[in-house]
């Protein structure tokens, strides 16, 4: 079973100094007041957060549902937006796996796998060990994971308060909260180039095209800074 | 809960989790110390630079109303800020709440 001291341990990281909660909580504010005034109620809100769990996900569904787009379109459109967790659950998984540990775990884990919870994860996994990392990812998870659906709620109520300055203003803050954690993480020059690059070719590839540009971007940036990092290596043995 | 909305919720959900789920089947190979899990790894952080960078510069939803000059300089500002503070995450990020609001009036 789940060790609760690695768990707990996990579950505590949202509540440092510079955690993730402030910005994902915001965030989904923005997201339950989005899905009020398309016309969800608060059952359907809830349970969008819950098992989505994924803001450019929710965000494409919202609006393939304003448009009266069809389920196949949905499904789609999902998919390419969220293709991105692919790499992020191979940089990440190989970090926990570990025999000792049932497979279910894994699986089942793979939900909480989202931007705030990738970078906590990437951040802490040192300082614990193997075959408990499982458990203490777990935690993490938990703890964004039940953000988001609190803040789903309150934004869900609070939508006919909330006016569009404020609106723009939650909408901001993930961009800017990922942004600073993004170059916080600069720290090799393989993870600064990737950075660096999937910034520049993102927004380049969208005028190629809109559905692939983050994938191809991401695709194409990581694959340079790959190499340009192992020729660094090599010259500096 | 009215059909159309509950199976594109499911749809959604389905949409996201094969990512997640296959790159766990995935990950059962890969070794932590292999150029592969390297190379997933300048993918993953390139990816989000990507997703970020066009959430900013092509955004979907209430942030494409404000203009590219508010959303810039509130991208400037929040970094400068995070510089200043010595790489604190959450003084930028409340800040640019305000900022985004305030910018938004006036650009």
């Known amino acids: 079973m789940i060790k609760k001291e690695f768990f707990l341990k996990g579950y505590k990281s949202i509540l440092k100094a510079d955690s993730p909660a402030i910005a994902l909580g915001c965030c989904f504010i923005a997201i339950g007041a989005l899905l009020k005034n398309i016309g969800f109620n608060i059952n359907e809100s809830v349970f969008s957060t819950m098992i989505i769990y994924a803001l450019p996900g929710s965000l494409v569904m919202a609006e393939s549902i304003l448009v009266g787009a069809s ?47 990738w970078l906590i994860m990437k951040s802490n996994y040192e300082q614990i060990e193997k075959k408990d990392r499982v458990d203490f990812w777990i935690g993490i998870g938990t703890a964004t994971w039940s953000v988001s659906i609190a803040a789903t709620i309150l934004g869900f109520y609070l939508a006919d308060y909330l006016n569009k300055d404020m609106l723009m203003g939650l909408a ?29 070719l993102g927004p380049i590839f969208y005028f190629i095209s809109p559905e692939w540009s983050i994938l191809l971007g991401g695709l194409v940036a990581g694959t340079i800074s790959y190499l340009i990092g192992k020729k660094e290596k090599i010259n500096v043995n | ?79 400068s800020i995070f510089f200043l503070t010595k790489k604190n995450f959450v003084y930028p990020t409340i800040l640019s709440a305000f900022m985004m609001a305030i910018t938004n009036n006036f650009l």
């Open chain 1, 71 to 117: 389920l196949l379109s949905i499904f789609i459109s999902v998919w390419f937006v969220n293709v991105r967790l692919y790499p992020m659950a191979v940089s990440l998984f190989p970090l926990m796996m570990d025999e000792g540990q049932p497979k279910w775990k894994y699986y089942l884990s793979c939900h909480f796998i989202a931007v705030s919870a």
């Open chain 1, 172 to 200: 901001i803050l993930n961009p800017i909260y990922f942004t600073c954690m993004m170059v916080g993480s600069m720290k090799s020059i393989k993870i600064s180039l990737s950075i660096i690059l999937g910034a520049i």
């Open chain 2, 1 to 79: 809960m009215s059909i159309n909305i509950f199976l594109s919720i499911i749809v959604t959900s389905l949409a996201t989790y094969s990512s997640r789920f296959l790159g766990v089947v995935s990950s059962v190979k890969v070794k932590e110390t292999s150029k592969i899990f390297s190379w997933f790894n300048c993918i993953a952080y390139a990816t989000l630079a990507a997703l970020i960078a066009r959430t900013i510069i092509f955004p979907a939803g209430i942030l494409s109303e404000a203009s590219y000059l508010s959303r810039f300089l509130v991208v400037f500002f929040s970094l």
